[in-house]
């Protein structure tokens, strides 16, 4: 049981647009920065957004993050067959002082 | 560039041992925490330990507490955990991830050390 909680799966058309949730509380998502990550098939994650809403040089603008109160949003526009992976969210749980991720959401694009 | 390396996992017996390694380059290794994270085969990411830049502050998941430590040698720019007391649900691929500071973002990877637990 995680203590983030993510849809365990999302899919949309290439090309399209798809949100990816990730739902917390007051004392983890709603008191600290919030970061996605993308893994690809028998692969290491690999940072997408981080600090709610900040992207790496290498990400392309097609990924982008928010956050409001307890819950975190990953949006993917311009779907690509490439976009398949699972993707988690992560922070920090002040109270519990752990690290915790989402269950993961795995993307289908159709 | 960055590159984190993992060594030393491998197939250890219920109750066993085993010390994983995490070696870094391309960055100041002194000035970062560094974490690991374990994922099931098939299963989410798990969140194991952190450590600090100096290696005076620890924090451990409650599902490792008391049986695995995680430690640190910056003149050797490795990160290790030892993990004792290993039973089945410690098999998993085994990351090193670093972190800017406790509680920060992972920004960079190892490619994972597989722990297999069975007799």
């Known amino acids: 049981q995680s203590v983030l909680t993510q849809p365990p799966s999302v899919s949309a058309a290439p090309g399209q647009k798809v949100t990816i949730s990730c739902s917390g509380g007051?004392?983890?998502?709603?008191?600290?920065?919030v970061s996605w990550y993308q893994q690809l098939p028998g692969t290491a994650p690999k940072l997408l957004i981080y600090?709610?809403?900040k992207r790496p040089s290498d990400i392309p603008d097609r990924f982008s993050g928010s956050k409001s109160g307890t819950s975190a949003t990953l949006d993917i526009t311009g779907l690509q067959t490439g976009d398949e992976a699972d993707y988690y969210c992560g922070t920090w749980d002040s109270s519990l002082r752990i690290g915790v991720f989402g269950g993961g959401s795995r993307l289908t694009v159709l | 560039q960055v590159h984190l390396v993992e060594s030393g996992g491998g197939v250890v017996q219920p109750g066993g041992s085993l010390r994983l390694s995490c070696t870094a380059s391309?960055?100041?290794?002194?000035?970062?925490?560094m974490n690991w994270v374990r994922q099931a085969p098939g299963k989410g990411l798990e969140w194991v330990a952190v450590?600090?830049?100096?290696?005076?502050?620890?924090y451990y998941a409650d599902s490792v507490k008391g049986r695995f430590t995680i430690s640190r040698d910056n003149s050797m720019n490795t990160v290790y955990v030892q993990m004792n007391s290993l039973t089945a649900e410690d098999t998993a691929f085994y990351f090193c991830?670093?972190?800017?500071?406790?509680?920060?973002?992972?920004?960079?990877w190892g490619q994972g050390s597989l722990v297999t637990v069975s007799s």
């Open positions: 600090d709610n809403r």
């Open positions: 391309g960055f100041m290794f002194s000035s970062y925490a």
């Open positions: 450590i600090s830049y100096d290696g005076v502050i620890k």
């Open positions: 991830a670093r972190g800017h500071i406790i509680g920060a973002y992972f920004d960079f």
């Open positions: 007051s004392s983890n998502i709603g008191n600290n920065y």
